[in-house]
């Protein structure tokens, strides 16, 4: 018997050693002449003085640059069509006539972008070509033996550049030791899992705080940002190094959906916490799939207010309540931490889906059988009805 191989999508992201920087900052600027091409003709078309509104597809815009490459002296088509394709897809989503222009200089400057295409760039030697230039990176030996799809090179705000590259590789497959737990991203950007595991992910920026603050009196503001970026790190390393640990250790992971009232209680804290729930979340999906678990993500609903031993709603609720962290339930009194509590809730929340209308597709893998779809059938006008 030949067992199907899961592959699965992964970005590499590599440093560029430093001796490339120039030819990327220059590269940059040319991508921004593309891109602020692309917005300024797909405004003009969409809103013209006269006829007929257009909206130009990433196709359109690929005709109208046809033989651009004779003005730039670094990128070539496959670039400017890269560009081309990530304007006319950033539009769509964002429904906007007129996108934000890149700036190559001053304050507001853009941070720099080079995408190209999977055939762009070779390896040659020691080193990776692309569009006639020899680049070098760190940790070379990732690269070894993987086949990348498209990518890009990226600049951070400290200005170093990296290569982010899509890579397809075969799912390993390793056994678990465990069978399900239920994992609540809360509210004081930690998470608990139901087995009473905690993750502290705030004290990140703590001991750093006070040297960001120095360094920006002392109008430093490299060495700020550098700060930030090491504070960042750190905090993807916690989030990397805990989403492994649930992958291994776990067959069934269980995350709360995390609701908008949440993130309203903590505007302050928002744009820290947005990416690392989100980190995280991206994190246990890829791992999982790698790793062949299941994750599921449920509605968060109700789960810091319901007992977890015997459901009843007697936990603290609204907004003053939030500092209780701690509380015992009246009807079965069993003292809960809150965040260990909801994460129960949530576990036992995927292990039984919530809404049954009698008609959602099983979760068995047998075929549906007469009885099953007779059953449908008499299901469908009742829910029209209702
Ligand atoms: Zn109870």
Redesign the pocket.
């Known amino acids: 018997m030949v067992t199907k191989i899961q592959r699965y999508v992964r970005t590499l992201r590599l440093k560029v050693k430093a001796e490339g920087y120039d030819w990327l900052n220059a590269a940059a600027i040319e991508v921004n002449q593309v891109w602020n091409y692309a917005n300024a003709t797909s405004y003009k078309a969409a809103s013209p003085f006269a006829g007929q509104a257009r909206w130009l597809s990433a196709f359109d815009l690929d005709k109208l640059t046809a033989g651009a490459t004779e003005c730039f002296e670094r990128i070539g088509s496959d670039t400017i069509q890269r560009v081309n394709a990530e304007f006319a897809a950033r539009r769509r989503q964002f429904k906007k006539v007129k996108m934000r222009w890149r700036a190559s200089r001053g304050s507001r400057r853009s941070l720099g972008w080079v995408p190209f295409k999977a055939v762009q760039l070779k390896r040659k030697g020691r080193s990776l070509r692309f569009a006639g230039k020899a680049f070098r990176v760190f940790e070379r030996e990732l690269l070894e033996g993987v086949q990348w799809k498209s990518g890009c090179f990226a600049q951070d705000s400290v200005g170093d550049w990296w290569l982010c590259l899509a890579v397809e590789q075969a799912a390993a497959q390793c056994a678990p030791l465990r069978e399900a737990v239920g994992l609540d991203l809360g509210v004081k950007d930690t998470v608990a899992t139901s087995d009473g595991e905690k993750l502290e992910a705030g004290h990140f920026y703590r001991n750093i705080e006070q040297k960001i603050a120095s360094a920006q009196r002392r109008g430093h503001k490299r060495q700020a940002k550098r700060l930030h970026r090491s504070a960042a790190r750190r905090r993807k390393d916690a989030l990397h190094k805990f989403s492994r640990r649930i992958v291994d250790e776990y067959q069934n992971i269980i995350v709360g959906d995390v609701s908008s009232l949440k993130l309203a209680q903590t505007r302050l804290a928002k744009s820290v916490l947005d990416a690392g729930w989100g980190m995280l979340k991206a994190q246990l999906q890829y791992k999982g799939q790698w790793a062949g678990r299941c994750v599921q993500i449920v509605s968060e609903r109700n789960t810091t207010r319901a007992?977890?031993?015997?459901?009843?709603l007697?936990g603290p609720a609204g907004l003053d309540m939030l500092v209780v962290r701690t509380w015992k339930?009246?009807?079965?009194?069993?003292t809960h931490d809150r965040d260990v509590n909801a994460a129960r809730n949530i576990l036992s929340a995927g292990r039984c889906p919530p809404s049954i209308n009698g008609n959602e597709p099983s979760l068995s893998v047998a075929p549906p059988s007469q009885a099953s779809s007779r059953c449908q059938a008499g299901n469908r006008p009742l829910k029209a009805a209702a």
């Not at 007992?307 to 009843?312: G, I, L, M, N």
């Not at 339930?329 to 069993?334: L, T, Y």
């Open positions: 007992c977890s031993s015997c459901k009843a007697t339930c009246s009807e079965c009194g069993d």
